[in-house]
């Protein structure tokens, strides 16, 4: 699966690798009456971890489009840059799918972001 950045003019760049891990419950033992009786916590929000030629800053925020015209709306928490990639991870507090009309459009931006490759941006 390929996956794009969505610059703020909506034009795409491809980046290296992006990774979502999908939020667990936290269980946790409270005793009671001699017993000890599991509880499952909130759900944990969703966690990404992105490396591409992107240079972005803590608290911003970035949206990603993958092949299947899913755009995952992101809050980058850290950033690590080594190798001339930088390593963003945050939280994904929203995804959608991109509207059929505007499929065809998207996926002319991927084939264009494709072709041009990872020339890096800043955010």
């Known amino acids: 699966m390929q996956y794009f950045y969505i ?3 909506n034009a ?3 980046i290296h690798s992006f990774e979502i891990q ?10 009671s009456l ?3 009786v599991f509880h499952r916590g909130r759900l944990l929000p969703d966690t990404f ?4 030629n992107v240079l972005a800053q803590e608290g911003h925020t970035i949206m990603i489009l ?4 899913n755009i995952y709306e992101c809050l980058v928490s850290s950033v690590f840059v080594s190798h001339g990639y930088a390593n963003i991870n945050g ?19 991927m084939e264009q972001a494709i072709r041009v490759g990872d020339q890096g941006i800043r955010v």
Do not use: I, M
């Open 91 to 109: 939280y994904v507090f929203c995804h959608w799918v991109v509207d059929p009309q505007d499929q065809t459009e998207a996926k002319e931006k």
């Open 66 to 69: 993958d092949e299947d015209f």
């Open 7 to 9: 610059t703020d003019d």
């Open 12 to 14: 795409l760049v491809l």
């Open 22 to 31: 999908k939020g667990q419950r936290n269980t946790f033992r409270k005793p």
């Open 49 to 52: 971890n992105l490396s591409a």
């Open 34 to 36: 001699g017993d000890d």
